[in-house]
């Protein structure tokens, strides 16, 4: 293991021992929390692995996680000597349990619904901007959000996106077989339900690598790098299926789950929206 992997260990044993966690897996009484965090433990490391490798080709000093949630790259990142601001839905960052957590580091909090549209942030404050796991989650258009986050980036910030990869090979066969691709329906019930935990709703849309890049390029941001990824590139000794997985994204990576978009902040974008009252009754204009 390299620092960052024994980094992103410690802060899950340390700050996350209610969950019943341990280094290299899950003990057997575990949580639903527990088992999200060991499942995207490798995306952790990966995030936390490309932002130091970006800063030790460009000066970065301040940070931005939105869609922090429980806060291991924040705090990892932190720790790593990069000031840190962690941004999130009211609900969990008022939780006296976060609060207490990224005091301990030093962290900045930020408590936003991304709806909205207005980040409270000044113009040009962070040189890295991260969003992993989030896009997908947005049930209004991203474009205005997008314009904000090119807003509070530095002159050729980071605006590193991860999310799902909507051409993953599971999503091409739910396609070819007359199957959905999309949320599940019942997930709409467990939202309205109040006996349900489910209070952020998945993944209202999914996009393509190449859309991300429509997306971003008209908003001054210059690709610097797309890739794609899976659980199975990190496995030390995988199955023989896994090993299936392995060889045939080994030859169409685009079949991963995952992608990921390292894009530039090369100008402040001049495009101008006007907002729909359908789209927000807030911001008219961005």
Request: hydrophobic fraction near 40%; charge should be negative.
């Amino acid at each position: 293991m390299n620092n960052i992997d024994l980094l992103v260990n410690s802060i899950m044993e340390e700050e996350f021992k209610f969950f019943e966690l341990d280094p290299f897996g899950i003990k057997k009484n575990y949580s639903e929390n527990s088992a999200y965090l060991v499942a995207h433990r490798h995306e952790y490391v990966r995030t936390i692995k490309d932002i130091v490798q970006f800063a030790e080709e460009h000066r970065v000093e301040t940070v931005l996680e939105i869609g922090a949630f429980f806060g291991i790259v924040s705090i990892c990142l932190s720790k790593l000597g990069f000031r840190v601001c962690a941004a999130d839905i009211p609900e969990y960052m008022s939780m006296s349990e976060q609060k207490e957590r990224f005091g301990r580091y030093g962290i900045e909090m930020a408590e936003v619904r991304l709806q909205d549209y207005i980040l409270p942030f000044n113009d040009e404050r962070f040189d890295v901007i991260i969003m992993c796991e989030v896009l997908e989650h947005l049930n209004f258009n991203p474009l205005p959000l997008l314009k904000e986050i090119n807003r509070i980036g530095t002159p050729n910030s980071l605006f590193y996106l991860s999310l799902p990869n909507l051409a993953y090979y599971r999503n091409r066969l739910k396609f070819l077989l007359g199957h959905s691709m999309l949320q599940p329906i019942d997930d709409y019930f467990k939202q309205l339900d109040p006996n349900d935990l489910l209070i952020v709703n998945g993944h209202w849309r999914e996009y393509t690598g190449a859309e991300i890049i429509e997306m971003l390029t008209p908003l001054g941001y210059e690709i610097e790098r797309q890739y794609y990824f899976s659980i199975v590139d990190s496995m030390k000794q995988p199955t023989l299926k896994q090993q299936l997985h392995k060889l045939v994204f080994g030859l169409f990576p685009s079949f991963k789950e995952n992608q990921t978009t390292l894009a530039i902040r090369k100008e402040r974008t001049k495009l101008k929206f006007h907002i729909p009252n359908t789209v927000s009754e807030k911001v008219k204009v961005l």
